[in-house]
């Protein structure tokens, strides 16, 4: 919380921590640092107003763009990493601000994941290809090494890689979107800390989607499923990143279930655990889940139907 009270001191207090947080994530290339950098600017956002938010994200650009000239000698890249970084949490965060929903907000956040989607397929004449010849790069010789020890087929490897170039333009987009939400959820968290206690967590635990956008994760996935070539395959990046939007929804539902049980203190910590190790290791079954929770609460409102434990 120090944080969050030194940002809300004045302008050039959040544009230094925005800007400083940023530039290290760059040396030192750690996500939590990514998802400080953004709350600070919807920390901004959301209490002091869009405008303001606005000023303080074009002032730390200035001084990301000044220290990366200091530091790595040019600007370019430092300014396009920080934009991409800031400017999706900064809109999102002004959605939550002026619409007061959360739910709208996760939603315009996944819509700008959908348009990066999108957009990448216009401006690429094979996304597929482009992904290929990064992956050979970067992370094939890491596979061969990890298949020759465990006496894996080359033929294998080829196929992991070419699984991968199909939907690494829907699992960036996601990226991008988790990191904004991240932000924006942080930023809210520490609003509520400061000016409003308790009430981010009621705010999240109430999060529901709206049926159109429920429908439309529906309807991209059948696409996906009954369509083939580049639109299946469109259709399935753009359900990356609408099914990671309902990940946050089948959390939030998960959570107001176990807090209701005796052993919530024990079952609340698991199932975040959980959750963490098993997609770290690559196994989605409880993902999967959640996402299924997220998506059917749509229409089923499961919150509603979750009862106390009876005092007996």
């Known amino acids: 919380m120090r944080v969050a009270n030194f940002i809300m001191r004045g302008r050039m207090q959040a544009i230094m921590v925005a800007a400083s947080l940023a530039l290290l994530s760059l040396t030192i290339i750690l996500l939590p640092v990514n998802i400080v950098s953004s709350a600070a600017i919807a920390l901004v956002t959301l209490r002091r107003g869009v405008y303001e938010g606005l000023l303080v994200l074009l002032g730390a650009c200035l001084a990301v763009t000044a220290l990366g000239l200091v530091v790595f000698g040019e600007f370019q890249f430092v300014l396009a990493y920080v934009l991409g970084l800031w400017m999706p949490v900064w809109l999102v965060s002004a959605v939550l601000r002026e619409g007061r929903h959360l739910s709208l907000a996760v939603e315009v956040g996944a819509l700008l994941g959908i348009v990066m989607v999108i957009g990448f397929y216009l401006l690429t004449q094979s996304p597929v290809d482009f992904w290929r010849e990064m992956l050979s790069a970067t992370v094939e010789p890491m596979l061969h090494a990890q298949a020759q020890a465990a006496d894996v087929p080359a033929e294998k490897i080829q196929e992991i890689l070419e ?14 979107f988790l990191g904004s939400l991240f932000g924006l959820l942080l930023g809210r968290w520490w609003q509520s800390s400061l000016y409003n206690e308790g009430g981010f967590g009621a705010e999240y635990l109430a999060l529901r989607l709206s049926k159109p956008f429920a429908t439309a994760t529906i309807a991209t996935i059948l696409i996906g499923t009954v369509a083939s070539g580049v ?34 203190r024990f079952l609340i ?6 959750l963490v190790l098993l997609t770290l290791a690559g196994i989605p079954f409880v993902m999967l889940l959640v996402i299924f929770m997220g998506v059917s609460d749509t229409w089923l409102n499961l919150r509603k139907n979750i009862t106390k434990p009876s005092s007996s």
Not at 234 to 259: D, Q, R
Not at 269 to 274: I, K, R, S
């Open 231 to 264: 639109i299946a395959e469109l259709a399935w990046n753009i359900s990356i990143v609408l099914l990671m939007a309902y990940v946050f929804v089948g959390i939030a539902i998960v959570h107001t279930l176990l807090a209701r049980t005796a052993a919530k």
């Open 269 to 274: 910590p698991f199932f975040y655990t959980l």
């Open 163 to 176: 699984n991968m170039a199909k939907y690494m333009t829907g699992q960036v987009a996601a990226m991008a």
